[in-house]
């Protein structure tokens, strides 16, 4: 139910030439933590999150959605790594949803500050060398 409700309000905003996002890639609403104030994990083996978490964010992205916003979410079936949550992980945003899932749009993260993210990356100085300026001539959509 919820993938057809997504679907059509992605085809009717674009219709009326709107962009649209969903929220919170891979799924958050079976948590029992706010990401704002920790770590909220997913706790479904890879049959649950195929067929539940997945499935409207699959529908979207058929119905064209421009821009999936990825979670500050602990994933174990999908990236066992305790450090990592979906925002920052290869295995989340590439393999599962630009390779598998097919997603070509815009992908962006949930917002930096909550504590989903700074309590395992507390915040602090960017180091210089942590790779080159980003320009405009590096800023190309994949």
Excluded: C, W
């Amino acid at each position: 139910m919820v993938g057809k409700l997504v679907s059509a309000y992605i085809k009717g905003a674009a219709e009326h030439g709107m962009l649209t996002t969903v929220k919170h890639f891979p799924g958050h609403g079976d948590t029992g933590t706010d990401s704002h104030l920790g770590v909220a994990k997913v706790e479904g083996n890879i049959e649950h999150l195929r067929s539940v978490e997945l499935p409207p964010f699959q529908q979207a992205i058929s119905a064209g959605v421009a821009a999936v916003m990825v979670a500050h979410l602990s994933v174990p079936a999908l990236d066992n790594d305790a450090n990592r949550v979906a925002t920052i992980s290869p295995r989340v945003v590439t393999d599962v949803l630009k390779n598998q899932m097919g997603f070509r749009g815009v992908v962006v993260t949930d917002a930096l500050e909550m504590r989903g993210l700074t309590s395992i990356y507390p915040p602090g100085p960017v180091s210089p060398t942590a790779g080159p300026p980003l320009t405009p001539s590096r800023l190309v959509m994949t």
